[in-house]
Structures are given as structure tokens and as C-alpha cells.
């Protein structure tokens, strides 16, 4: 394969890497995010729940009918998890997919430490204490608080949600994970491209 110059390669990689990481971000949290790891991937809690997040304490006789229960936090992280190896293998085989297209290989460990960026930020952001950490440190927490998503229910009933669709909050997690996925591109094209990096 002829090389490029090294500059222009290399910000051709970043662009290309830029491009479908951030582009790819909507697609994996709306689409093809399961609806019950979206609403609970940030459960907390010492207290037992049922698979759908029911504390036991309302519905006692699933339990002796003999419902598997879990740790509220324990099923809050597996939904996160599940949620972030989806959206790394669509992010990774996308990434694969389109240098290839182009007659272009980036070396695996190069795409593994950029997805490993991606990956462990996510499960860290979508479990929500560190963005409610960051929005505290940086004065957003009324902005989250102040701009919540209306829900009206079927009866009519409105109430205000503070982390669907909608919200601030919503959108400072987007941001945040776009904003990452800006140093996993520069750390994967630095790994793919520097001297000595077989392909």
C-alpha cells in the first residue's frame, strides 16, 4: 500500500476515526440500546429488585415464587455494561469496516485502546455519579436541575424526568461522550501511525 505523507495520513486516520466514533454515538445509545438497560443502568442501591428493577419489598410473593433478585446496584452495572459492549463492538467493527474500505488497517492494539477509552468512559458516565460529579465541579447542576423533560402520562398526569430525552442532562452526557471520543481517535491514530507500528 503506497504511504501517504505522514502528516496528511495521519490527520486523514483522526477524521475518519473522529468521524465514526462520534457519528456512531446516537445510533448505539437510541438504537441500539435495549429500553430496559436505558432505564437501568443507573440503579443504586443496597436494596433487592426483581430482573425489572421492582423492589422486592413491594411484590414479596415473586420472590417466594422463586424470581431470581439482585443487588440494585449489582443490576444497574450489568445493564450498563451490557449497554457499552454493544455500542464498543458497533463502534469497533464500524471502524474496521470503513478503514478497510479505504484500503486502510489500523493495528489492533491501536483500535483496542481507543475502544478501551471509549468503552470504560461510557460505563463510567452512564452510571451517572461521575457526570453528576463533573456538572458539581463545574457549576452545571442547575442546569441538569432546572432543565428536565416533561412526561405527561396516560391519565394526563404531568411529571418532569431528570436524565431522559429532553433533558440537560441528556445532553451533557452526549457532549461528554463525544468529547472523549475525540482523545480515543488521537491516541488510536497515534498508535496506528507512529514509527515502528506494523499493520
Given at each position: 500500500m503506497p504511504r501517504l505523507p505522514h502528516t496528511t495520513e495521519r490527520l486523514?486516520?483522526?477524521?475518519?476515526?473522529?468521524?465514526?466514533?462520534?457519528?456512531?454515538?446516537?445510533?448505539?445509545?437510541?438504537?441500539?440500546?435495549?429500553?430496559?438497560?436505558?432505564?437501568?443502568?443507573?440503579?443504586?442501591?443496597?436494596?433487592?429488585?426483581?430482573?425489572?428493577?421492582?423492589?422486592?419489598?413491594?411484590?414479596?410473593?415473586?420472590?417466594?415464587?422463586?424470581?431470581?433478585?439482585?443487588?440494585?446496584?449489582?443490576?444497574?452495572?450489568?445493564h450498563a455494561t451490557r449497554h457499552v459492549a454493544s455500542y464498543t463492538a458497533v463502534q469497533v467493527a464500524a471502524a474496521i469496516g470503513i478503514t478497510r474500505a479505504f484500503g486502510y488497517r489500523v493495528t489492533p492494539g491501536a483500535l483496542l485502546a481507543g475502544a478501551a477509552i471509549n468503552a470504560s468512559t461510557h460505563v463510567a458516565i452512564d452510571r451517572g455519579a461521575v457526570l453528576l460529579w463533573l456538572a458539581k465541579k463545574t457549576g452545571k447542576t442547575g442546569y441538569i436541575e432546572h432543565c428536565k423533560a416533561a412526561r405527561v402520562d396516560d391519565d394526563g398526569t404531568a411529571t418532569s424526568e431528570l436524565t431522559g430525552p429532553g433533558s440537560a442532562w441528556m445532553e451533557l452526557d452526549a457532549v461528554l461522550h463525544r468529547s472523549i471520543g475525540i482523545a480515543a481517535a488521537v491516541v488510536t491514530t497515534w498508535l496506528t501511525t507512529r514509527p515502528g507500528a506494523r499493520r
Open positions: 486523514a486516520l483522526f477524521g475518519t476515526l473522529l468521524a465514526t466514533f462520534g457519528e456512531l454515538h446516537p445510533l448505539c445509545d437510541h438504537w441500539i440500546q435495549g429500553s430496559t438497560s436505558a432505564c437501568m443502568k443507573r440503579l443504586y442501591g443496597d436494596h433487592l429488585v426483581y430482573r425489572d428493577g421492582t423492589p422486592i419489598d413491594q411484590d414479596p410473593t415473586r420472590e417466594e415464587n422463586g424470581e431470581p433478585v439482585w443487588g440494585a446496584s449489582i443490576l444497574g452495572r450489568h
